[in-house]
């Protein structure tokens, strides 16, 4: 598939089931995604690929933070919550690294380039003939979250990139071209 065509066809999956990518695909992806522009080049970027049990056990811990977060959540929410994250065949956790104190480059371009890692992920899963979507919510955000990766509350987790065979994909969007065009 030519750059064009993976880019102009990619929309976000509605619905995913097995098969995954297998492990030389899953290399690609990464690959992909860590050749995203990287100002300073700091590789600030983690990619934590959850499968099965290591999924299961994602989904345990996302249920435990929201009951912190909102104790009176209903336990059908919560059990909403746990199958929408075990629905998710595969799940690559997108995480930055930050170094806010860097005395070169500031912490939100740090933040974008694993942003742009993201979209790469993206455009490499939609060449490979799988379908992505990226996601985030409160979870993102958790600081018992980020600990469960090893992460500290000044890190950032970007994205939670469930993968997978696509079932149903949203309908690609026209292009919303927004700025001006300025020749001379
Ligand atoms: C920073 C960021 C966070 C996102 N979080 C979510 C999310 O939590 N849930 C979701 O369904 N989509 C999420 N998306 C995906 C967008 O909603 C999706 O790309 C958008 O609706 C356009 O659809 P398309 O990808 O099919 O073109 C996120 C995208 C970005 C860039």
Known sequence: ?????????????????????????LAR????AARAPDHGHLAPWRFIVLQGASRDRFADTVVAARKVRTP?????????????VRRAPMIIVVACVTQ????????IEQVLAVGAATQNLLLAAHALGYGAVWKTGPAAYDPRVKA????????HIIAFVHVGTP????????PQLQGKVRRG
Do not use: C, T, Y
């Open 1 to 25: 598939m030519d750059f064009f065509s993976v880019v102009d066809h990619r929309s976000s999956a509605a619905r995913l089931s097995e098969p995954v990518p297998g492990e030389s695909e």
């Open 29 to 32: 992806l990464l690959e992909a």
């Open 72 to 84: 009176e959540a209903p336990a059908e929410a919560l059990e909403a919550e746990r199958q929408k």
């Open 100 to 107: 806010p104190d860097h005395p070169k480059i500031p912490e």
């Open 148 to 155: 469960s990766f090893g992460l500290v509350a000044s890190d």
């Open 167 to 174: 079932l149903a994909m949203n309908p690609i969007r026209p």
